[in-house]
């Protein structure tokens, strides 16, 4: 059975998060060039951390650069940290620093999905980072709530400095996410004011058998276990965001009721104009289980126009695409035109009918959400979760977490998506594939191993912009081998993928 693909590598990952299981460090591939992170370059990044914004501000490198580092996130929940990659001229990557957040990971929560977890304001060189987990030990974070972090970037090191949002204490603070589980950053400037969005997940629960009856699995520790729990805590917060510092909080969409999933992305159309927000729906897995519409809950994908008034940033005209037998959908890519998104979807019904030609859905963004065009990935699993749109708007990548697929489709206005490249990525274990970045020239591609294998796979990128992994992909990174051996998924599960 085609789901059954999936379900490996589901009962793999929670195997290994449970203790059950587990995988031995000659399994996974030895550090290329790697040069960790030493003690002394720890605390200059310690120090630095607590100098202040005006001090490290920079403007953008211009677009004409290629991106120097690599960023992702631990995702520790004894906590996170921002993990700085230097790329080489080669495209290979040594790490160079890894930075505290301040805030707390989420990767003992087990396994769950967003895109942009981490996100570069346009034009500064601010990095945003969420921290997924309880932050609220940190001044002014209710409790249970996760946390955002600042960073200003240093243009010739890369380091990464946090930026205090909090001036009335004495520490270098973070700020309140306004939800549970921050799992995804946008931005645009509306009106003159840069304004930022956070997506808050709450959680993602999914049905682990074959009827509703069989009850849910996943909720979060202490809400009701037949139930999804309805709460205003998964939701956008938006923020005002001025040299470095975020304000202002205001919650301006709310997903209570929980029965089409918490947030998965959020982003901005590229004019601004709009903003959009997949859900992960309430998937149906598990094993024997055969993934049927009447019982999964769809996917949302939300569509609002922006405005702007004197109580701040609006989010206004709300509609939504669904398709009961289409549910986990996670990243998505805006049209250039902004009259479309590519939304990836990993738990496709196989009944009453199929849909497992929709691992991509085209959905129209006008005035009633539309499904205008499809594409499925290849092979004996259909899934897709993660997206990637080059600047031109002709090129689709995506990825696919359970078979470490990464799939390559043209992208035509009147041909629709055309496969054109589908591979594997070598030498690392199922279940192990997250988010994509290609370097501004189009000359090298990264794939994160964020919840396995701790890697990042390396591509080199032809003019058609086909992948050929480079010879010592992948990259296994030195801090999440300490000594060696791979920390567990329960310990770092990265989130996010971004070049600067």
Known sequence: MKIGTYLIGVFMLFAIVSGLAGCKSGDRPEAQDAAPATEESMSDATESSAQSATETTESAPSAAEREKFLYTSSNDPAGNSIIVLSIGSDGLLTETFTVATGGVGDADDGDFDGQHSLYIVPDTNYLLAVNAGDSSAQDGVADGNGSVSVFAIDNATGLVTRVDQNSETTTVDNIDSG???????????????????????????FYGGNTKADGYSNTRAGDPTDEIKSTPLRNITAFEFNDGVLSSPRTVVTYESGEHGGPTQVAFSPGGSKVGVSTWGVAQFGKDVTTNAEVQGASRFYVYDVSSSVNGLELINERHFQQPGISGSIGYSWSPDSNNVYVANFNLALAPKSWEAYGITVISTGATPELVGHAEIPGTDDEACWTLLTADGKRLYAASFAQNKVTLFDVSPTDGLTLKQSLTRTNVPPADTKDMFITKDGGYFYVSGALMSHTISIYAVDSEGLLTELESSPYAVPSSHPDGVNVGADSQAFLGLIGY
């Open 179 to 205: 939800g549970v589980r921050p799992i995804s950053i946008g931005s645009a400037v509306v009106d003159g004011q840069t304004w930022v969005l956070v997506a808050n997940q709450y959680h993602n629960p």
